[in-house]
């Protein structure tokens, strides 16, 4: 009978054993683990890029009456109202036409609008800077273009009056129309 009580401790002594090489092993496990985590971890690379407002170009400052008008309105940072006129007709590809665009004073945002032909994407005017409360009402093309009817884009830049960097576009469609 005393065989008995020295298989149990030593099948216990046996069980303690392998519960303790079982936990090193995790913790190894958890250490290499960890180690290796830090080891290959990279940090990203902070890229600085954005573009910028370009100059003034066919902008003109709005009457006494329209800023009047708009300074009645509160100015909400959150919110851009793009005002364009959805047909420009010019009587030739060389002529100024009837280009409508305006940066109302109520969206802060000074803006650029570019516009391109949706066929082939080219780009065929640039407006410049416009800050609010200027607007363009007759310009010419950048690009001269035969006569004929062109589907384009226009794309508002909206850019931080702080800082002058993008903050985001909008766009709009607008039918270029060439007489002759």
Do not use: C
Request: proline content about 4%.
């Amino acid at each position: 009978m005393t065989e008995q009580p020295i298989k149990t401790q030593e099948v216990e002594e046996k069980k303690r054993k392998k519960y303790w090489l079982i936990v090193l092993l995790l913790a190894a496990l958890l250490a290499g683990g960890t180690y290796y985590y830090f080891l290959t971890r990279s940090t990203p690379m902070q890229v600085v890029s954005g573009d910028y407002l370009p100059d003034v170009k066919d902008a003109q400052k709005m009457s006494d009456k329209e800023l009047k008008a708009a300074e009645q309105e509160v100015v909400d940072a959150s919110k851009f109202n793009m005002v364009i006129k959805s047909q420009a007709v010019f009587e030739s590809g060389e002529s100024t036409g009837s280009l409508y665009i305006q940066n109302p004073v109520v969206n802060g945002y000074p803006i650029n609008v570019v516009i391109h032909l949706d066929e082939t994407d080219e780009e065929v005017y640039n407006s410049g800077a416009m800050s609010p409360g200027f607007e363009i009402s007759g310009a010419k093309l950048d690009k001269i273009l035969a006569m004929g009817d062109y589907p384009a884009t226009a794309t508002f830049n909206i850019y931080d009056p702080e800082t002058n960097e993008k903050r985001g576009q909008v766009q709009a469609g607008i039918a270029i129309q060439i007489n002759s």
